[in-house]
Each structure stands twice: as structure tokens, then as C-alpha cells.
């Protein structure tokens, strides 16, 4: 009768062993596409950055405007959207778009496990 209950027991112990093993592999998924995903954004807006550098600084020097006017247009411009706080909503540049809610945590881990599986999940 004891044995029945050890032979249940890591019967137990070995599911949760699997179960933690499976969340491991979801941990180390996750934070590779995080980690890859930021490092697509950080050079996505390190072009933008150096490209608008360029060409404020070729308007300034050329005199198509003074540094006085852009920044005055900077202030007009973030006070838009009734809050100064020196950013632009992408929505104000693109009011038609519809914006993609973010996968609940759960439904994200889902299409991770179905992507390590077979290949990329719409």
C-alpha cells in the first residue's frame, strides 16, 4: 500500500518536473525574441535618429529655418495633444491605423510553443 503511494508520488514529482522544464524552455524563447526584438527597435530608431539629425541640420545650415523656429515648432506641435511632456504620439501622425492589443500572456506562450514546433504563427 506504501509503495502505492511513493509510485504516486513521483509520478507527481516527475509531471511537475516536466511542467517546469516546459516553462523554462517558454522563459528562454521569450526572452530571446524580447532581446532580438529590442535590438531590431534600438536600430530601427538609431536610423531615424541619425536621418532626422541630417536633415535639420542641412534645413538649419541651407536657412530653410533657424533653430529659434524648430524649436518653436517642437513646442506647438507637442502641445498638440494637450500635454507638454516633449513626445508625439504616433496616433496623432496616424489617426486611421488601427492599433494590435497585445497578446495576453497566456496567448502569447501559446503561439510560442505552436512557433518552437513549426515554424512562425499569424
Known amino acids: 500500500m506504501s509503495s502505492d503511494f511513493f509510485d504516486i508520488f513521483a509520478d507527481l514529482s516527475d509531471a511537475k518536473e516536466q511542467e517546469l522544464k516546459r516553462l523554462q ?6 526572452r530571446k525574441f524580447q532581446g532580438d526584438r529590442t535590438l531590431q527597435i534600438e536600430e530601427i530608431l538609431s ?13 538649419i545650415a541651407k536657412g530653410v529655418f ?33 492599433t494590435v492589443d497585445p497578446d495576453s500572456p497566456g496567448e502569447f506562450l501559446r503561439k510560442l510553443e505552436q512557433q518552437s514546433r513549426s515554424g512562425p504563427v499569424e
Open 66 to 98: 533657424t533653430r529659434d523656429v524648430l524649436e518653436a515648432m517642437i513646442d506647438q506641435i507637442d502641445a498638440g495633444d494637450g500635454v507638454r511632456d516633449g513626445k508625439l504620439d504616433p496616433r496623432e501622425l496616424f489617426p486611421n491605423c488601427e
Open 47 to 59: 536610423r531615424m535618429c541619425l536621418l532626422l539629425k541630417s536633415l535639420t541640420e542641412v534645413c
Open 25 to 30: 524552455r517558454f522563459y528562454d524563447i521569450t
